[in-house]
């Protein structure tokens, strides 16, 4: 399980070098093929709860890290005040639930039915982006969910379905490479008195 959990760790920090150089989509809302979500939420419904709970710190981490501290391209003479946004840390709450709700459907992932956790990958992420962006809008001091916003997390949702099953296919071979098996086995197992 430890050489397991250490390539997961490299995966996920493999995705946050990746995910620098994936664009939005301009023509689809400005979506984006949010990678590191789509890779924890892939690993949570591989591991139990609290080596999930540890992955999600590091990731919201990370992205935090990675959003959060970066200085903002705008000009001071012209824009005096700064644009709220969200404290550092919040993206640890936001993916500990994301992978909550992941979590939640293990049971399911445990009997082989992958691509159900597949699916619910796209509803995590929906609800991820929209969760976020509820959180700017309330700091920012309006609520302005509209149609854009909608297609947007809407897009994303189904890059994450789409990218998933590879992510899947990933993590089946790192199981298989280092003798760990996240699924139960279908053989009966023996049982010694």
């Given at each position: 399980?430890?050489?397991?959990?250490?390539?997961?760790?490299?995966?996920?920090?493999?995705?946050?070098?990746?995910?620098?150089?994936?664009?939005?989509?301009?023509?689809l809302y400005n979506a984006r093929v949010f990678?590191?979500?789509?890779?924890?939420?892939?690993?949570?419904?591989?591991?139990?709860?609290?080596?999930?709970?540890?992955?999600?710190?590091?990731?919201?981490?990370?992205?935090?890290?990675?959003?959060?501290?970066?200085?903002?391209?705008?000009?001071?003479?012209?824009?005096?005040?700064?644009?709220?946004?969200?404290?550092?840390?919040?993206?640890?709450?936001?993916?500990?639930?994301?992978?909550?709700?992941?979590?939640?459907?293990?049971?399911?992932?445990?009997?082989?039915?992958?691509?159900?956790?597949?699916?619910?990958?796209?509803?995590?992420?929906?609800?991820?982006?929209?969760?976020?962006?509820?959180?700017?809008?309330?700091?920012?001091?309006?609520?302005?969910?509209?149609?854009?916003?909608?297609?947007?997390?809407?897009?994303?949702?189904?890059?994450?379905?789409?990218?998933?099953?590879?992510?899947?296919?990933?993590?089946?071979?790192?199981?298989r490479l280092f003798r760990h098996s996240i699924?139960?086995?279908?053989?009966?197992?023996?049982?010694?008195?």
């Open positions: 399980m430890l050489r397991y959990a250490f390539s997961l760790l490299i995966l996920i920090l493999l995705a946050v070098i990746a995910q620098q150089f994936l664009p939005a989509f301009i023509d990678l590191l979500l789509i890779v924890f939420l892939c690993i949570a419904v591989s591991v139990p709860l609290p080596v999930m709970f540890l992955y999600a710190l590091i990731c919201g981490f990370l992205w935090d890290a990675q959003c959060s501290l970066s200085s903002p391209a705008v000009d001071t003479s012209i824009y005096t005040d700064p644009v709220a946004s969200l404290r550092f840390g919040t993206s640890i709450l936001l993916f500990g639930l994301a992978g909550l709700l992941m979590h939640g459907f293990r049971p399911l992932f445990l009997q082989g039915k992958w691509y159900l956790s597949a699916l619910l990958t796209g509803i995590a992420t929906f609800l991820y982006c929209l969760s976020e962006y509820s959180m700017i809008d309330f700091i920012r001091g309006s609520f302005t969910v509209d149609r854009g916003v909608l297609s947007q997390c809407g897009y994303t949702a189904l890059f994450s379905v789409a990218v998933s099953p590879l992510i899947f296919g990933l993590l089946f071979y790192l199981a699924v139960e086995s279908k053989r009966p197992k023996h049982h010694f008195s």
